[in-house]
């Protein structure tokens, strides 16, 4: 393929990703290095000129990215699992093998830090959002967060591989009860960070208000059936 030939499926997915991974690397280099003030400079000048010609080109937000797909709740710029984004992990979230639920397992790096060589814990609560979440689609119960508990029982730990993991508790009409944690991969049943969260799947009439205006790349009304994430 040209330069100039458009980008088709999965060539474009693998340049989202490849992109999402260079972010991240430089997120992490950015937080861990000990650089010179020229260093960080230079650093800084080649990252504003290769992200020019990525701002001449902007999706308006309302419009979903072409490699985003709706049905098997991909979302390749989410915070948490999106392979573009640089700021997520990016969790790969799995059907729990142990029965119910879904589960991931990550080291977390620098960029994540709250108290030195921990993690911060609005980023536990961000995961544990994002991973409630997915185990309610994984039932079938797709909703928005109306609440979530997050109990900090212990620091974790940075660059540990974690186990971070969720199931649905109850059902209840359209609200979905969502327990998990995120544990050391080596002491899973000691939990960390303990999390419940309610979803509740918007009315079909909320649900049209909230996403009347956003469009799939080819234009096609996603409301009724978006997700958040
Ligand atoms: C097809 C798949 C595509 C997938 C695609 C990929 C997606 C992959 C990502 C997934 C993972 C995302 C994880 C991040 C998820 C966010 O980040 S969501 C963003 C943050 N949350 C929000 O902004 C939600 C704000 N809240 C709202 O807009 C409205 O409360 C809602 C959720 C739309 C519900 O409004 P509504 O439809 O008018 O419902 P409403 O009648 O008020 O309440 C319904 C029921 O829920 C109950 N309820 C309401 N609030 C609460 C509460 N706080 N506590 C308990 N019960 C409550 C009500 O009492 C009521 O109960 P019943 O009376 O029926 O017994």
């Known amino acids: 393929m040209t330069a100039t030939?458009?980008?088709?499926?999965?060539d474009l997915l693998d340049?989202?990703?490849?992109?999402g991974a260079a972010l991240r690397q430089s997120l992490e280099a950015s937080?861990?290095?000990t650089a010179s003030a020229a260093q960080l400079r230079e650093a800084a000048a080649g990252i504003r000129?290769?992200?020019?010609?990525l701002a001449a080109l902007p999706r308006p937000y309302d419009k979903l990215p072409a490699v985003d797909d709706m049905a098997r709740a991909v979302r390749v710029f989410n915070p948490v699992v999106g392979v573009g984004s640089g700021v997520a992990v990016p969790l790969d979230l799995r059907p729990d093998p142990a029965g119910g639920g879904v589960v991931a397992r990550a080291a977390l790096g620098q960029r994540y830090e709250g108290p030195p060589t921990f993690l911060?814990?609005?980023?536990?609560a961000l995961l544990m959002d994002q991973v409630l979440g997915h185990a309610a689609i994984a039932a079938n119960r797709w909703g928005m967060t109306v609440?979530?508990?997050?109990?900090y029982r212990r620091p974790v730990p940075l660059h540990v591989t974690v186990r971070l993991a969720g199931r649905v508790a109850a059902i209840d009409g359209r609200r979905t009860t969502v327990v998990g944690t995120i544990a050391a991969d080596d002491a899973p049943d000691v939990a960390l960070v303990e999390a419940t969260a309610v979803f509740v799947s918007p009315s079909p009439e909320v649900a049209a208000r909230y996403f009347?205006?956003?469009?799939?790349?080819?234009g096609e009304q996603v409301s009724g059936r978006v997700g958040t994430g």
């Not at 000129?49 to 010609?53: D, G, R, S």
């Not at 911060?120 to 536990?124: E, L, P």
């Not at 009347?212 to 080819?218: E, F, L, N, P, Q």
């Open 120 to 124: 911060h814990g609005g980023i536990s």
């Open 212 to 218: 009347a205006g956003v469009r799939t790349a080819s």
């Open 147 to 151: 609440g979530l508990d997050v109990r």
């Open 15 to 19: 340049a989202v990703a490849d992109l």
């Open 49 to 53: 000129a290769a992200t020019a010609p």
């Open 31 to 33: 937080t861990s290095t």
């Open 5 to 10: 030939e458009p980008a088709t499926g999965t």
